[in-house]
T-cell receptor, first 110, second 114 residues
Framework: GDSVTQMEGPVTLSEEAFLTINCTYT??????LFWYVQYPGEGLQLLLK?????DKGSNKGFEATYRKETTSFHLEKGSVQVSDSAVYFC?????????FGSGTKLNVKP | GAVVSQHPSRVICKSGTSVKIECRSL??????MFWYRQFPKQSLMLMAT?????????EQGVEKDKFLINHASLTLSTLTVTSAHPEDSSFYIC??????????FGSGTRLTVV
């Protein structure tokens, strides 16, 4: 069945460091891919999405490219800030059903 | 690992009736549960935040009288769609947990109102 696998956390970085959170998926057909972010005490927020192969989603300095050949959708940011500390979820939508990764907690230290 | 059970996975109901969806944390206590709705070909939308023993906090634009949320215990939250109409047909998903241990998603409920 469809599934999403993302790297386990927590990930701890210093401010201005480069961030990569790996996400790979298994799916039939052509799913849409998403990254969601959850800040402490809040619900999920959509961070970015891509709906077809080679699409790049971007928002707030974060980027992810839909790679069908490697079934990946890795999240990257060139320079993280303390305010980026949160839990990040990779997800796919296939035939209107969502599958989530287990979440990766990011801690950014000043 | 943490498991969240959501039931039913699919439900079809007649217009005007009410439907209850359960979100249950099976092996942990969840102080907070979130309810989301997904419209076709769109991303998830947060509907409400449910804290055990207190009233749910609804997001702007979500009708609290239509989407009744009850978080009566640390392991169970329910979402009741009252007087359902076809436009309420959607995919509903919950997540449960806390900020320290993290959140786990239920498997979702596909509601179809006919």
């Amino acid at each position: 069945g469809d599934s999403v696998t993302q790297m386990e956390g927590p990930v701890t970085l210093s401010e201005e460091a480069f961030l990569t959170i790996n996400c790979t998926y298994t799916a039939t057909g052509y799913p849409s891919l998403f990254w969601y972010v959850q800040y402490p005490g809040e619900g999920l927020q959509l961070l970015l999405k891509a709906t077809k192969a080679d699409d790049k989603g971007s928002n707030k300095g974060f980027e992810a490219t839909y790679r069908k050949e490697t079934t990946s959708f890795h999240l990257e940011k060139g320079s993280v800030q303390v305010s980026d500390s949160a839990v990040y979820f990779c997800a796919l939508d296939n035939f209107n059903k969502f599958y989530f990764g287990s979440g990766t907690k990011l801690n950014v230290k000043p | 690992g943490a498991v969240v059970s959501q039931h039913p996975s699919r439900v079809i109901c007649k217009s005007g009736t009410s439907v209850k969806i359960e979100c249950r944390s099976l092996d942990f206590q969840a102080t907070t549960m979130f309810w989301y709705r997904q419209f076709p070909k769109q991303s998830l939308m947060l509907m409400a935040t449910s804290n055990e023993g207190s009233k749910a906090t609804y997001e702007q634009g979500v009708e609290k009288d239509k989407f009744l949320i009850n978080h009566a215990s640390l392991t169970l939250s329910t979402l009741t769609v009252t007087s359902a109409h076809p436009e309420d047909s959607s995919f509903y998903i919950c997540s449960a947990g806390d900020d320290y241990y993290g959140y786990t998603f239920g498997s979702g409920t596909r509601l179809t109102v006919v």
